[in-house]
Structures are given as structure tokens and as C-alpha cells.
């Protein structure tokens, strides 16, 4: 099966733009979660999609949203960019549940200038 | 927020050498899951273990849990420069055991 794709891979934005990035599950997956990395921060729980349902969310503010879609894939929105904003943002999908084996994908790398 | 905790946060060693690193956590979990990272991509699922077991080997690597100290370790025995990544472990510990929540990662370097 195809592992986890996300894109783009590479982003670079400036303050105030809106980014939408892309994470497409492995094939049968249907729970999708995504993550914020950064060096301060670590890894951070965004929000897990499951059947187009959001079942969970970290904490973050509105500005971060996301959706997901019939065929399982999922998209993040971050709008009015901040410079904080600037992470690696990882999808990882799993069969069912959030809190099981997670598959990531190689990450959308976001720069705000 | 993060639950866990790893320690070191950074571990040199050479090839051939056994690398231990540790992971506590706050509060009840269902399972303890431990994941590698390379240099800034994605994490990839090294192993699962659930809170009724104290052991669990997969290849070179051995995870021990002890609920009762809310700790975890992972050895990599005989380790190999294609072992230099980071470590990360992840509970299940929240609300609803409903997502993972990450540690804050060891940054294992091995030399050859």
C-alpha cells in the first residue's frame, strides 16, 4: 500500500496569508490526524478527522481548521498566518482511532515571513 | 501540552553500543507508543505497548513498562549509525484516551 503523501512539501507564506495543505491517508485508513512541530514546542496535537467528522482538537485557535472528505482524504487551513505559524506540519492516518498506531506522512514544511 | 517526558534529551554513543533512552508520563493510559524521526520528516511507528504488558521486543529493540512508576524505556541494542534520529514517546493519556500526546523526544546520535 502507499504509505501517508502530504502536500506541498515546502511552503513559504507571508503574515496574514491563508495556506491550505493537503494529506491523502493510506488506502482503507479513515482516521486522519494532524500535527504541529516545532522547536519550541514539540509535537502538537491539532485535530483527528473520521468519516468526514471532526472527533477531536487540540488547542489551538480558529484559525487553524480542517476538513476531511469522502474518500478520507484531509485538509488543514491556517488563516491569517502568524510568524509562529511556522512549523512542520505532519497528517498521520490510522485504521480507526487517534489513539493507535499512528502512519505518518513526510510533512509540509511552512515558513512565514 | 506535553505528557511525556524523555530522558536524556541527547545521547552520543558508538556503533555497536546499546542506547537507552526513557520516557515518563503523567497520568493512566490505555498504551505507550514509541516513534523515530529523521532530521525534520516524518515519524515512523516503532512499537506499541499496552498497559497490562511489561515487555516487548520487536528486532534489536526492547520496550519495558511500569505503570506504576508511569515510566517507559526503550533500548536499541548494538546500535548503528543508521540509528541516529530522534525518539519520541506518546501516550494515550487525555480526556477519552482519544488522541496521542508526544514526549519531547531524544536526540540519539551514533558514530562510526
Known amino acids: 500500500k502507499a504509505g501517508v503523501t502530504q502536500t506541498p512539501r515546502y511552503l513559504i507564506k507571508t503574515r496574514g496569508q491563508q495556506v491550505t495543505l493537503s494529506c491523502s491517508p493510506i488506502s482503507g485508513h479513515r482516521s486522519v490526524s494532524w500535527y504541529q512541530q516545532t522547536p519550541g514546542q514539540g509535537l502538537q496535537f491539532l485535530f483527528e478527522?473520521?468519516?468526514?467528522?471532526?472527533?477531536n482538537k487540540g488547542n489551538f485557535p480558529g484559525r487553524f481548521s480542517g476538513r476531511q472528505f469522502s474518500n478520507s482524504r484531509s485538509e488543514m487551513n491556517v488563516s491569517t498566518l502568524e510568524l509562529g505559524d511556522s512549523a512542520l506540519y505532519l497528517c498521520a492516518s490510522s485504521p480507526l482511532a487517534a489513539q493507535e498506531t499512528q502512519y505518518f506522512g513526510p510533512g509540509t514544511r511552512l515558513l512565514v515571513l | 501540552s506535553q505528557q511525556g517526558e524523555e530522558d536524556p534529551q541527547a545521547l552520543s554513543i558508538q556503533e555497536g553500543e546499546n542506547a537507552t533512552m526513557n520516557c515518563s508520563y503523567k497520568t493512566s493510559i490505555n498504551n505507550l507508543q514509541w516513534y523515530r524521526q529523521n532530521s525534520g520528516r516524518g515519524l515512523v511507528h516503532l512499537i506499541l505497548?499496552?498497559?497490562?504488558?511489561r515487555e516487548k521486543h520487536s528486532g534489536r529493540l526492547r520496550v519495558t513498562l511500569d505503570t506504576s512508576k508511569k515510566s517507559s524505556s526503550l533500548l536499541i541494542t548494538a546500535s548503528r549509525a543508521a540509528d541516529t534520529a530522534s525518539y519520541f514517546c506518546a501516550t494515550d493519556a487525555d480526556t477519552g484516551f482519544q488522541k496521542l500526546v508526544f514526549g519531547t523526544g531524544t536526540r540519539l546520535l551514533v558514530s562510526p
Open positions: 505497548i499496552r498497559s497490562n504488558e
Open positions: 478527522y473520521f468519516s468526514e467528522t471532526q472527533r
